[in-house]
Nanobody
Framework: QLQLVESGGGLVQPGGSLRLSCSAS????????MGWFRQAPGKEREEVSC???????????SYADSVKGRFTISRDNDKNTVYLQMNDLKPDDTAVYYC???????????????WGQGTQVTVSS
């Protein structure tokens, strides 16, 4: 069973930055399409970003319109970790952020096999 562990959440002022990390033991995350979702209180869960697996043809990345130009998803295969760099954070970014993994090599919100436990991000002055 693949267990995803997120870290890096916290409290940050508007305009600030955070970097979320997602790691797993015993599994090579490069084989999986990896994503980040978020859910704020009273709101529907939203897909934030995704990166296709290293075995895909293009290693494509995708972003929600609300975070384009501010968030960047990346992998470090040596550390077996996926990151979400979040810059210029806004109060609307406040949510629990979840890391996901899919055995399907391309990004698809319909094909999620594993979820992390979530990490809280709060953007407030």
């Amino acid at each position: 069973q693949l267990q995803l562990v997120e870290s890096g959440g916290g409290l940050v002022q508007p305009g600030g930055s955070l970097r979320l990390s997602c790691s797993a033991s015993g599994y090579t995350l490069g084989y999986y399409a990896m994503g980040w979702f978020r859910q704020a209180p009273g709101k529907e869960r939203e897909e934030v970003s995704c990166i296709a697996s290293d075995v895909s043809s293009d290693g494509s990345r995708s972003y929600a319109d609300s975070v384009k130009g501010r968030f960047t998803i990346s992998r470090d295969n040596d550390k077996n970790t996926v990151y979400l760099q979040m810059n210029d954070l806004k109060p609307d970014d406040t949510a629990v952020y979840y890391c996901t993994a899919s055995r399907y090599p391309y990004c698809s919100s319909d094909v999620i096999d594993w979820w992390g436990q979530g990490t809280q991000v709060t953007v407030s002055s």
